[in-house]
């Protein structure tokens, strides 16, 4: 599955921004999941959502603040990012995990086995 991540930009702390992630092939096989990394720091977990939906994971530093979902029907996940901070500046990847079972989330990110390129989120203070 091809995976193409889109809708970063920059804005300022406290603005929103939704994230998509566009897939190639038919999503509902597949848990998904967004990863962020800073520069000079390590790709680090930020959501992840099941297959079907109905369970998604949350890092603690964006707990009450990211949602996550997803549309299977056109095969696209979101992220949808509110009361941004200065620390959520990143690249944002979208990915996706195979052999997963009904309900199961991911959040480790050598369990994805495929990656689209980032979306830079910049924001500003």
């Known amino acids: 599955v091809q995976l193409q991540a889109y809708g970063g930009g920059l804005v300022q702390a406290g603005d929103s921004l939704r994230l998509s992630c566009a897939a190639s092939?038919?999503?509902?096989?597949?848990?998904m999941g967004w990863f962020r990394q800073a520069p000079g720091k390590e790709r680090e977990f930020v959501a992840a959502i099941s297959r079907g939906g109905g369970v998604t994971n949350y890092a603690d530093s964006v707990k009450g603040r990211f949602t996550i979902s997803r549309d299977n029907a056109k095969n696209t996940v979101y992220l949808q990012m509110d009361s941004l901070k200065p620390e959520d500046t990143a690249d944002y990847y979208c990915?996706?995990?195979?052999?997963?079972?009904?309900?199961?989330?991911?959040?480790?990110?050598?369990?994805?086995?495929?990656w689209g390129q980032g979306t830079q989120v910049t924001v500003s203070s």
């Open positions: 990915a996706a995990a195979d052999r997963a079972v009904m309900g199961e989330v991911k959040t480790t990110r050598f369990a994805y086995e495929y």
């Open positions: 092939e038919r999503t509902s096989r597949y848990v």
